[in-house]
């Protein structure tokens, strides 16, 4: 099992910057990567960024919607996910999950998730 905990978010004007931890406990070496998303009110969740690490290196993807905004990064001695989040939009506005698998890559695919945790933009 692997224990997903999200930290970070809350209000922040439009243009602003937040970033959010996701700090990952229990058998993380399984995991070969991690992702972040996001849902709106009455809207689906929807993919926001992921970073995978294979013994070639370490890959990051994005959604088109927060690409040259928001950038994904990893501190693998404290097994901590980041999102750091720049020019920041009120459609921005959802609960952020974080996200990892030990399954085979697909970046929409995960078997572990976290609680959430509230961004909110203010325009």
């Known amino acids: 099992q692997v224990q997903l905990v999200e930290s970070g978010g809350g209000l922040v004007q439009a243009g602003g910057s937040l970033r959010l931890s996701c700090a990952a406990s229990?058998?993380?070496?399984?995991?070969?990567?991690m992702g972040w998303f996001r849902q709106a009110p009455g809207k689906e969740r929807e993919f926001v960024a992921a970073?995978?690490?294979?013994?070639?290196?370490?890959?990051?993807y994005y959604a088109d919607s927060v690409k040259g905004r928001f950038t994904i990064s990893r501190d693998n001695a404290k097994n901590t996910v980041y999102l750091q989040m720049n020019s920041l939009k009120p459609e921005d506005t959802a609960v952020y999950y974080c996200a990892a698998t030990t399954r085979n890559w697909d970046r929409y695919d995960y078997d572990y998730w976290g609680q959430g945790t509230q961004v909110t933009v203010s325009s």
């Open positions: 970073i995978r690490w294979t013994w070639t290196g370490v890959n990051t």
């Open positions: 229990g058998r993380t070496f399984s995991t070969n990567a």
